[in-house]
């Protein structure tokens, strides 16, 4: 199985500040990575997918990068509904695989 | 309009089987795979395994072989997961998803049922 470490589990930052969240695989997986965004009580929400791929009607303040193995989510200028969990999940292979997720808070 | 309708919260004692849901509308229910993730209470996704429609053949996660099964109802659109031989550990709330691309087994998710929560309480 493909492992995704994702860092860091938890951030804490202000309305305004940019922050990114990395996603390292255990073996290359080219461009197959796709980052979801997650509030409480909902079902994920796809934000980027084949790394960088931004969805449509996602702010583009959201951007992915990387490829292989080493993949970053950047978040310009938060907003309050950014602050949510976020995960990535490769799309390479079954079975498929999510990273442990990143929890955003307002600092 | 695309969605997944999923069916409504269970309670479940250990040792029984649940099967929940999932109405596909909108699409072409035979053109895209169905997958299944669940998510334990503070914990995060954990693929469960992928349908599909097209021959009925299924993919599972390892750690489940042997307890879940993955089903269709041709004359509603609706695909089912079962799992059997519930644990406490079960309890979390089970999501139906779909790939973006059609015939594409592996893929992103763009479209996701609401979630069942299933309780395994003795």
């Known amino acids: 199985d493909i492992q995704m470490t994702q860092s860091p589990s938890s951030l804490s930052a202000s309305v305004g500040d940019g922050v990114a969240i990395t996603c390292r695989t255990s073996q290359k997986i080219f461009k197959f990575l796709n980052w979801y965004q997650q509030k409480p009580g909902k079902a994920p929400k796809l934000l980027i997918s084949?790394?960088?791929s931004l969805q449509s009607g996602v702010p583009s303040r959201f951007s992915g990068s990387g490829s292989e193995t080493d993949f970053t989510l950047t978040i310009s200028s938060l907003q309050p509904e950014d602050f949510a969990t976020y995960y990535c999940?490769?799309?390479?292979?079954?079975?498929?695989?999510f990273g442990q997720g990143t929890r955003l808070d307002i600092k | 309009q695309v969605q997944l309708v999923q069916s409504g919260s269970e309670v479940k004692k250990p040792g029984a089987s649940v099967k929940v849901s999932c109405k596909a509308s909108g699409y072409i229910y035979t053109s895209y795979y169905i997958h299944w993730v669940r998510q334990a209470p503070g914990h995060g996704l954990e693929w469960m395994g992928v349908?599909?429609?097209?021959?009925?053949?299924?993919k599972y996660a390892q750690i489940l072989q042997g307890r879940v099964s993955m089903t269709r109802d041709t004359s509603t659109s609706t695909f089912y997961m079962e799992l059997s031989n519930l644990r406490s550990d079960d309890t979390a709330v089970y999501y139906c998803?779909?790939?973006?691309?059609?015939?594409?087994?592996?893929?992103?998710?763009?479209?996701w049922g609401q979630g069942t929560l299933v309780t395994v309480s003795s």
């Open positions: 084949a790394a960088s």
């Open positions: 349908f599909n429609p097209t021959n009925t053949r299924i």
């Open positions: 999940q490769q799309s390479y292979t079954t079975p498929i695989t």
């Open positions: 998803a779909r790939p973006q691309v059609d015939g594409t087994e592996v893929d992103a998710f763009d479209i």
